[in-house]
């Protein structure tokens, strides 16, 4: 730059658009993908600015839209489950809500199931009929599904693992009600992760998740994404693009790095929950334990049918004798082990469902679903299990 030009022009117009171009031409690339923290994009003209927005052209004109490293995250996230387009989000609650009203409109009805993390079920049961929409709760797995089927029902949404009670979904039968009446099957894989199961090939239109939880796995970022056909993507993209819920450039990058030890991590918990279950099972002061990978669960043969291989998830949630007083007292004794409202970070952490994740749920409501007052979720960690169960043995002990 000219040294005849002001200090503050200096500064401003260095190292910007114009290097990184230089940079783009050269012969070499970063191995690993930049964070693209820039709002907006530089033209040399208006005919290239029209040629990217008609798409004749690749670039990227505002980040609320498209962005270099979301793009890139999104071609992680197609690898991992297999579909045709990704999206990443702010936050799971956006992929959800953004997904729905993508599908949906003013006299439309949604079919739900009873139990949901409890943020999605105060949306569905409280929110979403300022826009017109009907909602009806069901248990998917123990009612006639298609009985509640009306006219206009557009949505049939469900978990592939459901929180906290680890209810195993059976997908392929709910995917053929759903298209059989030209429903969509909207499905949140957030406890299952792609490692587990894949809900695009069992049936469903849309494989949801909060990144936050597994597939960023760190506790350090915040974030959602939504899988689908083409099609449906094109659908939602334009709700995203609408609502500006877009995930950030440096989340999305944080979620790149995360998603490329997905499978180990996954593998690993669940190696984790699967002996964590089994100990838990076996202990007087434990009443019931609500594990898949377990073969007394309800849902152990469904798991085995459904899922990509016998592990069974990093969840799993359990009644602690004595009610709410003992659980209270349980987590206060696990002084190694945190109680987080949040799951799927590195270590091994304790949430208490009717205070936490379903806070929302009215007494009434939790006794329908079967979360008790002395309900514990785990979310189990990759430490050493010999350290996890020592913790746990040792809790129960001084109860």
Same mark, same amino acid.
């Given at each position: 730059m000219?040294?005849?030009k002001?200090?503050? *022009?200096r500064?401003?117009?260095?190292?910007?658009s114009?290097?990184?171009?230089?940079?783009q031409?050269g %012969?070499s +690339?970063?191995? +690993?993908?930049p964070?693209?923290?820039?709002?907006?994009?530089a033209?040399?003209d208006?005919a290239s600015?029209d040629?990217?927005y008609?798409?004749e052209?690749?670039g990227y004109?505002?980040?609320?839209?498209s @962005? &270099?490293?979301i793009?890139?995250?999104?071609?992680v996230?197609?690898?991992?489950e297999?579909?045709?387009?990704a999206l990443?989000?702010?936050?799971?609650?956006?992929?959800?809500v953004?997904?729905?009203l993508?599908h949906?409109?003013?006299g439309?009805h949604?079919?739900?199931h009873?139990?949901?993390?409890g943020g999605v079920y105060?949306?569905?049961?409280?929110e979403?009929? #300022?826009?017109? +929409?009907?909602?009806?709760?069901?248990?998917m797995l123990?009612?006639n599904?298609e009985?509640h089927i009306?006219?206009?029902t #557009?949505v049939i $949404?469900?978990e592939?693992?459901? @929180?906290?009670?680890?209810?195993v979904m059976d997908?392929?039968?709910?995917?053929?009600i759903?298209?059989?009446?030209r429903?969509?099957?909207? %499905?949140?894989? /957030?406890?299952? *992760?792609p490692v587990?199961a894949?809900?695009? /090939?069992?049936?469903?239109d849309?494989?949801?998740?909060?990144?936050t939880k597994y597939?960023?796995?760190h506790?350090d970022l915040?974030g959602?994404?939504?899988m689908?056909s083409?099609?449906t993507i094109e659908r939602?993209?334009?709700c995203?693009?609408?609502?500006?819920?877009?995930?950030s450039?440096?989340?999305?990058?944080?979620?790149?790095r995360s998603l490329? /030890?997905?499978?180990?991590? +996954?593998?690993?918990?669940?190696? @984790?929950a699967?002996?964590?279950?089994?100990?838990?099972e076996?202990?007087p002061?434990i009443?019931?334990v609500y594990y898949p990978?377990?073969s007394?669960?309800?849902?152990?043969q469904k798991?085995?049918?459904i899922?990509?291989?016998?592990h069974?998830g990093?969840m799993l949630s359990?009644?602690i004798a004595?009610?709410?007083e003992?659980?209270?007292?349980?987590i206060?004794r696990c002084k190694?082990i945190?109680?987080v409202?949040?799951l799927?970070?590195v270590?091994?952490?304790?949430? $208490?469902?009717?205070?936490?994740?379903h806070?929302g749920?009215t &007494?009434?409501?939790?006794?329908r679903?079967g979360?008790?007052a002395?309900?514990?979720?785990?979310?189990?960690?990759?430490e050493?299990p *010999?350290?996890?169960?020592?913790?746990?043995?040792?809790?129960?002990? @001084?109860l």
């Open positions: 000219a040294v005849d002001s200090m503050m *022009t500064l401003t117009h260095a190292g910007g114009d290097f990184v171009k230089k940079v031409r %012969v +690339v970063p191995q +690993v993908a964070i693209y923290m820039s709002s907006v994009f033209f040399d208006v600015l040629a990217v008609e798409q052209a690749d004109v505002y980040s609320r839209m @962005n &270099p490293g793009d890139a995250l999104c071609e996230l197609c690898a991992a297999g579909s045709e387009g990443a989000f702010s936050s799971g609650m956006a992929a959800i953004t997904t729905i993508a949906v409109q003013a439309d949604i079919l739900a009873t139990v949901l993390y105060t949306y569905l049961k409280e979403i009929s #300022r826009f017109g +929409v009907e909602v009806d709760f069901l248990d123990h009612e599904v009985a009306k006219p206009n #557009r $949404y469900t592939t693992i459901s @929180n906290p009670l680890m209810e997908l392929p039968m709910l995917s053929r759903a298209h059989a009446h429903c969509k099957l909207i %499905v949140d894989n /957030t406890f299952a *992760t587990i894949r809900p695009l /090939t069992l049936g469903a849309v494989s949801i998740y909060s990144t597939l960023g796995g506790s915040i959602g994404a939504v689908a083409r099609e939602i993209r334009s995203q693009v609408q609502y500006g819920c877009i995930m450039p440096f989340d999305a990058w944080l979620l790149t490329r /030890t997905l499978e180990v991590r +996954v593998l690993r918990h669940s190696e @984790n699967q002996r964590v279950a089994e100990y838990l076996q202990h002061k009443e019931r990978g377990l007394s669960s309800e849902y152990h798991a085995i049918e899922f990509r291989g016998r069974c990093g359990a009644d004595g009610g709410a003992a659980a209270c007292a349980f206060d190694g945190k109680f409202p949040s799927a970070g270590s091994t952490t304790l949430s $208490y469902p009717a205070k936490t994740s806070r749920y &007494p009434e409501e939790l006794k679903a979360i008790s002395g309900q514990i979720r785990f979310s189990i960690g990759l050493d *010999t350290d996890i169960l020592g913790e746990f043995d040792r809790a129960l002990a @001084n």
